[in-house]
């Protein structure tokens, strides 16, 4: 049955984390040397989507208070929010077919309706947002006015190099395809693959894209011309998340179950070892010490650069890959547990118990905001059953948390006041809330 276009019930439960000793200024652009250094705004606090190292240049709030929280009880959110320069957090919800622009305090700026939106957003030079669905490749503007939206099968974030090309996989056709900043198509490389995937840009200019399939992964290197430099196929026919990242040394990580690869700049493997357990999230490396962060079935690992493991941690069912702070603390997403901070040393910083809390997210479900705000998505229950949400831990004295809309009626308000209603969703709207009516009719019928 097709799902509301304004099931904006779809809060989100937005981990808030902050004070002042620990905030930091953001840089000019942080994805990591070993990253091509894209036209992304570089004022915005998160707008790199994938393309990045997971590094972030702020430090993490000490507080690890529950601030607010903004709930959805129709469908989960999916990635983790990108974030503007001036606060506001960009998030998809695929099952309400919703992009929503919330501002600081978790209130929705505006609401865009009627795709699948899905995976982070990624935020240009000039502050378009760039948006996926299953079936387009979107530009709004930072007021949620629609800049183009292009036809295409496209399941990742997009990736921006450093001439302002817009990259992304066809998931479909099984081609890399470049736009320009206006959306037109600048050229189509040959079919490599059809699945899932992921699109990194290295230091070098080379075009990374991870494919995953059934039992197996393939990597291919493509120039700034659509041609093909190397491809290489690990075939694993093992359980497991598949996952992959650069490292400080333009070195790729990936994990395929218990197995990780390291693979040279080259396409050729360079190192090969197997853990104790299924891995289930991608490689996160540290910028700092090249640290590799790992999380399993049972275990979180820290494994040196060659390998060696450095040290494990108990804990259960570590599906997002990790972020790491400024100041080396790693923030992971367990399940049932909500957020976890480790030291450097894995020694516990504090954790963040959410009753029954899961995480939602393909990839990584955490982002860290200048202020240190932690922002991450993930299921709950609570009094009223299952909910989903971007949730916000932090310091509960730092702000007064702004009231949240809980449900779908307050919600329409909210979005009235705001001008944010298109003529075919007030008539959503309108279809909706009768038929609620007279279903409330009848039961007061009923009582009488």
């Known amino acids: 049955m097709k799902k509301s276009l304004l099931a904006l019930t779809a809060s989100a439960m937005i981990f808030s984390v902050a004070t002042p000793s620990t ?7 942080y994805q990591g040397n070993q ?3 894209g036209k992304y705004d570089t004022e915005a606090e998160f707008a790199y989507g994938n393309n990045w190292s997971n590094n972030f240049p702020y430090a993490g709030s000490d507080k690890n208070e529950i601030k607010w929280q903004f709930k959805s009880r129709n469908s989960k959110f999916e990635s983790r929010p990108a974030i503007g320069k001036d606060g506001t957090l960009y998030v998809t919800n695929f099952g309400e077919k919703k992009f929503y622009a919330l501002n600081k305090d978790g209130s929705i700026k505006w609401g865009k309706s009627g795709h699948e939106f899905i995976n982070t957003p990624v935020i240009g030079e000039d502050g378009t947002i760039y948006v996926t669905t299953n079936w387009n490749l979107q530009a709004y503007n930072p007021d949620g006015s629609l800049q183009w939206k292009i036809d295409t099968h496209v399941y990742r974030s997009p990736s921006i190099d450093k001439d302002g090309t817009i990259y992304i996989h066809n998931r479909v ?10 959306g037109s198509l600048k050229w189509k490389s040959e079919k490599v693959a059809s699945g899932t ?7 070098n200019g080379l075009i990374h894209t991870y494919l995953a399939r059934a039992g197996s992964v393939s990597f291919y290197a493509h120039d700034k011309n659509g041609k093909q430099q190397w491809t290489i196929d690990l075939e694993k026919n093992v359980a497991g998340a598949k996952g992959f990242t ?15 690869y390291v693979i040279g700049p080259d396409g050729k493997v360079k190192n090969e070892w197997k853990t104790e357990e299924n891995i289930l999230s991608a490689p996160t490396v540290s910028s700092k010490d090249g640290t590799i962060y790992l999380g399993g079935y049972d275990y979180i690992y820290a494994h040196n650069p060659d390998g060696s493991i450095k040290w494990k941690k108990k804990e259960k069912a570590l599906f997002g890959t990790s972020v790491i702070d400024k100041n080396g603390i790693v923030y992971f997403a ?3 547990k909500g957020i976890l901070a480790l030291n450097s040393d894995g020694s516990l910083k504090w954790e963040n118990p959410i009753d029954g809390h899961i995480n939602t997210a393909a990839d990584s479900n955490i982002t860290i905001g200048k202020d240190g705000t932690i922002y991450t998505v993930g299921q709950g229950t609570d009094q009223k059953g299952i909910y989903y949400a971007i ?15 809980e449900d779908y009626l307050q919600t329409i308000k909210d979005l009235i006041k705001t001008n944010n209603l298109t ?13 609620e009516r007279d279903e409330l009719n009848e039961v007061l019928k009923s009582l009488e």
């Open 334 to 336: 367990p399940e049932r």
């Open 173 to 182: 056709n099984g081609t890399i395809e470049a736009y320009h900043k206006d």
């Open 391 to 405: 949730t916000a831990i932090g310091d509960t004295q730092s702000e007064t948390p702004c009231p949240q809309p």
């Open 246 to 260: 650069l490292g400080p040394n333009g070195d790729i990580y990936y994990n395929h179950g218990s197995f990780i």
């Open 35 to 37: 990253f091509e250094q």
């Open 197 to 203: 995937g992921e699109i990194f840009i290295s230091q």
């Open 423 to 435: 003529e075919e969703q007030k008539k959503e709207a309108r279809e909706r809330l009768t038929k």
């Open 23 to 29: 905030t930091a200024q953001a840089n000019s652009n």
